[in-house]
């Protein structure tokens, strides 16, 4: 009898504002949309969502963000 497999894959997508923090905020041109957007560095965005710089350098690998 073979086997059946069902295999879910859930996509969530999360805002989160740096309210609070515009200190730790800068201007950049993206590479990938041509305009100029809001940024922060890989550290200060850890900090901000409370993870690690190496999920938050993940998440830019993944494109996630």
Do not use: F
């Not at 200190?23 to 850890?46: D, F, K, Y």
């Amino acid at each position: 009898m073979k086997r059946k497999r069902t295999e879910i894959t859930i996509e969530i997508d999360e805002v989160i504002y740096a309210a609070g923090h515009r200190n730790l905020l800068i201007r950049a041109w993206c590479r990938v949309c041509g305009t100029e957007v809001t940024m922060v560095t890989p550290q200060h965005a850890s900090a901000i969502a409370r993870v690690s710089v190496r999920t938050v350098n993940r998440w830019v690998e993944g494109e996630s963000v």
